[in-house]
């Protein structure tokens, strides 16, 4: 177990037990939810994979963090002796997932109903699968009489050096939601061709991708930070950059979390011009025809798609 967090009235009040989602944007998307739950006094133990403990701690709502391993129960028994006074579901509405919290027998459970007919003597708002998820897990603490304000997003700036700051990141993502690599790299050398730092971050899984963009768009070596940089870090990088293009929803919201301006992209439909126009439009103070991008040729047909 890990204490997080420098709450004046730290580990007093009710126990709420919230399983939070597995990454980034899980955790990103559900600040608002948690910061209501502290706000009303429960000390919130947030069970989610130990490597976004820095995160947590930034968002100033989680008093404890209980790493996860996908495949085995939740920590909670390993530092508590009753279980938790209320648990909360801020992953899914998935009845395994709530099956894994009422194995502890908490008092109470919030949650999404799936669908269908709810357990005989249970009430829950329904999931709708087309939801943002700020609203989603917000409207959820709603229905149970916990107002939270959807608005709630921004974090603090880390205090750790960033030598990178004002830079354009790059963030591909996985490989099943991710824009071409050679548009990303293609992005990388027209922006750094005008002037403009850019750096690839990514996770350690995403390193041999991120070395391939960097080398794809003519940046240095020291461009690819992809597993180089701490939560914390990436956090820094992130608000002080001047513009995030990801193919991630997680980085995404990372940068709205810190006012950022950021592009997302998805899938192979959005076309390397039409990225490219709009990360020019949000790099303020660019003169496109002093740099030679507007008068150039379509960038598809420079190096292909």
Avoid at 4 to 32: C, I, K, N
């Amino acid at each position: 177990m890990r204490l997080v967090g420098e709450h004046p009235h730290a580990l007093a009040g009710p126990r709420a037990l919230v399983l939070g989602g597995p990454g980034l944007g899980g955790l990103l998307s559900a600040v608002p939810a948690l910061r209501a739950l502290r706000g009303s006094g429960q000390q919130v133990h947030l069970a989610a994979p130990a490597r976004l403990d820095e995160l947590a701690e930034l968002t100033g709502a989680v008093d404890r963090l209980l790493p996860t391993v996908p495949g085995r129960p939740i920590p909670w028994y390993a530092s508590h002796g009753e279980p938790p006074d209320l648990a909360v579901n801020l992953r899914d509405a998935d009845p395994a997932s709530h099956r894994r919290l009422l194995e502890l027998r908490p008092a109470d459970l919030w949650g999404y109903e799936p669908g269908g007919a709810a357990p005989p003597g249970v009430s829950r708002p329904r999931w709708d699968g087309g939801e943002d998820e700020v609203r989603r897990w917000c409207r959820l603490l709603a229905w149970y009489g916990l107002p939270a304000d959807p608005a709630n997003i921004a974090l603090p700036v880390p205090l750790c050096p960033n030598p990178d700051k004002g830079t354009v990141v790059l963030h591909p993502g996985h490989p099943g939601a991710r824009w071409p690599e050679h548009r990303f790299a293609l992005v990388a050398d027209v922006l750094s061709g005008v002037g403009w730092r850019v750096v690839v971050t990514g996770d350690r899984s995403e390193r041999a991708l991120a070395t391939r963009i960097v080398a794809q768009g003519f940046l240095p070596p020291g461009a690819m930070l992809a597993g180089r940089t701490s939560l914390r870090r990436l956090c820094a990088l992130v608000a002080g950059a001047r513009l995030v293009v990801s193919g991630h929803p997680g980085p995404a919201r990372l940068a709205a979390a810190y006012g950022t301006p950021c592009l997302t992209v998805r899938g192979p439909d959005a076309g390397v011009d039409e990225v490219l126009t709009a990360a020019l439009d949000r790099l303020d103070g660019h003169d496109r025809n002093r740099s030679g991008y507007g008068g150039a040729a379509p960038a598809e047909q420079r190096r292909g798609t």
